[in-house]
């Protein structure tokens, strides 16, 4: 077992001492429609610009965030996986550990929930990670994925872009760009994330997923080093069917998308602009708070402060706030991750590097509480198919059940409360469906990105990749005007899903 205590003061220590080799240099620019008439209007232009060194990105920024011809231009940061650590591995029967799925104080009460549904075939869940790794758990639902990792470096296997999700591992070793002095062994991550989702279930061995039906949509944006929020953003048009260019067309768009990862910094446009779009074909976006065991009502990190997003804080096996997990008014809800002396079960590999045995490991982090939820979601979707994103963020937020009285969570830090499956799936059969229906809460979260007086900054927040160059717009709080109206509307629906809560008795 390791000494994850240990782990974290060498990774803070090394943080601090190689701030400067932890992320690579590269910039997205859009530039503005070069013709633009009453009847027509050219595309604008996307560019990922890479740069040898910081002082040349810096340079290339402030000649262009300027100029007449460019509509924004931002870093490309770093975004990584947020799990804490691996215990133990075993390959026998789990069910019984699966504590997240049951009915205690921490746990969001799927038996009760398979009662009512396991789940449909048609739903596609996207996993955008490190891809996927054969496991004979989930193997049988799993979808042709894509390889989104631009940078032949970080992915690992020799080649950009491509059709194949497969995870080749994400070790860390001495002279890799991101090496700060601690190596680090492939995580799996992705298809640890996946078996939370969607394992085979009720096959009499391994863990069981939460939707029992669902498939797995796998999206490589993650490797060695992490990823660049340019191929995450990418992942999640082409995971929701929309074109990316040079991309064949995903035929099994995905109406759930499990954004397990993050990293520091406001929300990029070009993220946004992408959730935007995977919003109005119908997704659902759902991102982990992140690790650093900060207050987002304070500090920046993304994409879990863009809007649109369901964003999920970790709780643990007794219902307590995870003391790694980000909290604050952002958060929507909080899911089983574990920490405090619990963990997630789920689906892993023995290979410390390349992919080797299958097997079955414990993760902690608000990488395993998205997935919990990812899947209530994706278990609505199946006996309502027809219903909007911000009518499933906020049932799933109606239905959740409240804080021990002693977790140390309200409303303004964990959100609304720890998702119950059953109680979603009850208020998702009954809802119709209202393409005019707006979250006021997901209007009012999340930060917009860029404006005119931006600044290139460096940060060694420990949330994402410590070191990595982010792109700040220069607001310390919320604009004026709009946002105090927001605020009204938000603080009212608060108040009527409590006092319903309290009508109908659910706890």
Known sequence: MRNSKLKLILGVIACFSAVEVSAKNRLII?????????????????????????????????????????????????????????????????????WALGSSDGGIEAFEAWDISKGSSSTVVAVIDTGIVSHSDINSKVLPGYDMVSDSSMGNDGDGRDSDPSDPGDWIAYGDSCYQGVSQNSSWHGTHVA??????????????????????????????????????????KWAAGVSVSGAPTNSNPASVINLSLGGSGPCSAYMQDAINQAKAKGA????????????????????????????????????????????????????????????????????????????????SGTSMSAPHVAGIVSLMKGVNPSLYPD??????????????????CDDDQCGSGIALAWRSIELAQSENPDSTFTDEEEVSSGIAPINSGSTLTTSTDSGGLCGSVVYKDGRDGPSSGGGSLFMMLGLIALMMRTLKKKITGVS
Request: overall charge neutral; proline content about 3%; charged content about 15%.
């Open 30 to 98: 859009k530039y503005k429609s070069f013709i633009e008439t009453e009847n027509f209007r050219s595309s604008p232009r996307f560019v990922k610009k890479n740069f040898n060194t910081k002082k040349e990105m810096t340079e290339e920024f402030e000649a262009l965030k300027n100029s007449s011809l460019v509509e924004y231009v931002e870093v490309d940061t770093l975004m990584n996986t947020q799990q804490v650590d691996i215990t133990s591995t075993s390959n026998d029967s789990r069910l019984s550990e699966q």
């Open 195 to 236: 078996g939370i989702i969607a394992a085979q279930s009720n096959n009499a061995k391994g863990v069981a997923g939460v939707n029992w039906n669902a498939k797995i949509l796998p999206v490589r944006a993650l490797g060695k080093c992490g990823g660049y929020t340019s191929d995450i953003a990418d992942a999640v």
């Open 284 to 363: 659902v976006v759902v991102v982990a708070a992140g690790n650093s065991s900060a207050n987002l009502d304070t500090t920046q990190f993304t994409p879990a402060n863009c809007q649109g997003v369901l964003v999920v804080g970790s709780s643990t096996q007794n219902g307590y706030k995870s003391s790694f997990s980000n909290y604050g008014k952002i958060v929507d809800v909080s899911a089983p991750g574990g920490g405090n002396g619990s963990s997630v079960v789920s689906l892993g590999n023995t290979g410390s590097t390349t992919p080797s045995s299958e097997t079955y490991v414990y993760q």
């Open 391 to 408: 009518q499933l963020m906020a049932l799933v937020k109606e239905a959740a059940k409240s804080f021990p009285w002693s977790s140390g």
